[in-house]
């Protein structure tokens, strides 16, 4: 797989995720995450070139992972909407500062958690080198989301 097609789709993603302090219309991020979900699909079915046996065990397995982690990424913009309008307002408490980070840790808790549970019906599913590939595919999509959120999320002052 070639780094760079994963690296644009994982900036696709980004954009399908809760920038800090942006707003866009409805509408259009909508239009924009159905678009994403496709095109990570694609990229994924290229790189794992499944039997149609393999897909049938894959596919459902896939379509609850994004599910579950879509889920995650709504409680993510949650955190990050907060922190922004703290941020913004320059009301950043102490008391704040620890509900924001006691989140962010649950978040990354409940990221490997459902990452744990997913492997365990992608294994399942397909040879434990596809299930391995999967896994890099999924881990540098989000090395990448992480990577760009933090280059856009200021640091708490």
């Not at 995720?17 to 994924?44: E, G, H, Y």
């Not at 294994?123 to 590939?133: D, H, I, N, V, Y």
């Amino acid at each position: 797989m070639k780094i760079q097609q994963l690296v644009v789709a994982a900036l696709v993603v980004l954009c399908a995720t809760p920038a800090f302090a942006q707003d866009k219309p409805a509408s259009n991020m909508d239009i924009l995450r159905q678009k994403v979900q496709a095109d990570k699909k694609l990229l994924v079915a290229v790189n794992l070139d499944l039997t149609e046996a393999e897909a049938k065990g894959f596919w459902p397995a896939y379509d609850a992972y994004q599910d579950d982690l879509a889920t995650l990424n709504g409680r993510l913009g949650q955190l990050i909407k907060r922190y922004a309008e703290a941020y913004q307002g320059n009301t950043l408490t102490d008391a704040t500062a620890k509900s924001l980070m006691d989140e962010a840790l649950a978040i990354e808790q409940a990221e490997v958690n459902m990452k744990q549970a997913s492997m365990a019906k992608v294994s399942a599913a397909l040879p434990a080198a596809k299930a391995a590939r999967y896994l890099q595919i999924e881990s540098k999509i989000r090395a990448v989301i992480k990577y760009e959120l933090a280059s856009e999320i200021p640091l708490v002052p």
